[in-house]
T-cell receptor, first 114, second 115 residues
Framework: KNQVEQSPQSLIILEGKNCTLQ??????????LRWYKQDTGRGPVSLTI?????NTKSNGRYTATLDADTKQSSLHITASQLSDSASYIC?????????????FGKGNQVVVIP | DTGVSQDPRHKITKRGQNVTFRCDPI?????LYWYRQTLGQGPEFLTY????????KSRLLSDRFSAERPKGSFSTLEIQRTEQGDSAMYLC?????????????FGPGTRLLVL
């Protein structure tokens, strides 16, 4: 069973609308949780990083939240743009300070249509 | 552009041939990772270097796969006797060891198609 589950698997939204992507994880203990954006045919690019003591982090129109008690994170995209069409991957770093074996979700595939 | 480069970006080969991919990490990064990603999946860990030492290898890395980082800078990933199941995107990432805030920076990937 995957340690990081993301939902919805795919999502189509109208340009200008908001959306929220969900990530549930079972990794414990964990060092940090990241959201990456991966454009089609490209490598993932880090959007946000939160340690276990942080519960929100923003990067422009992207806002990530973290509830370490329920082991849930969300990524909220505000006023979506066509360039937001991508896969958004939730990544959890296991352990207290290790970075060797990241646990990746399968990604939320977002398509923004005009 | 994250600063991590990979070459080639695309590779088409026939089953049974050998292929080699190169990754150039961000220059000051001491850690380098190789991942494999198939369609609709997240990246899967293959192997990891700290400087020139290969510290960890996944069970996914069969004996047909070998990775090197001879001078602690660029790295190569070689696949011998390729199989159709090797078709995937091969991602390289690098990072600077720095505890909780350490972030891996990914390259654009090499997409391999084995016919």
């Amino acid at each position: 069973k995957n340690q990081v589950e993301q939902s919805p698997q795919s999502l189509i939204i109208l340009e200008g609308k908001n959306c929220t992507l969900q990530c549930n994880y079972t990794v414990s203990p964990f060092s940090n949780l990241r959201w990456y954006k991966q454009d089609t045919g490209r490598g993932p690019v880090s959007l946000t990083i939160m340690t276990f003591s942080e519960n929100t982090k923003s990067n422009g129109r992207y806002t990530a939240t973290l509830d370490a008690d329920t082991k849930q994170s969300s990524l909220h995209i505000t006023a979506s743009q066509l360039s937001d069409s991508a896969s958004y991957i939730c990544v959890v770093t296991p352990g207290e300070n290790g970075n060797n074996r990241l646990a990746f979700g399968k990604g939320n595939q977002v398509v923004v249509i005009p | 552009d994250t600063g991590v480069s990979q070459d080639p970006r695309h590779k088409i080969t026939k089953r049974g041939q050998n292929v080699t991919f190169r990754c150039d990490p961000i220059s000051e990064h001491n850690r380098l990772y190789w991942y494999r990603q198939t369609l609709g999946q997240g990246p899967e860990f293959l192997t990891y270097f700290q400087n020139e030492a290969q510290l960890e290898k996944s069970r996914l890395l069969s004996d047909r796969f070998s990775a090197e980082r001879p001078k602690g800078s660029f790295s190569t990933l070689e696949i011998q006797r390729t199989e159709q199941g090797d078709s995937a995107m091969y991602l390289c990432a690098s990072s600077l060891e720095q505890g909780f805030q350490e972030t891996q920076y990914f390259g654009p990937g090499t997409r391999l198609l084995v016919l």
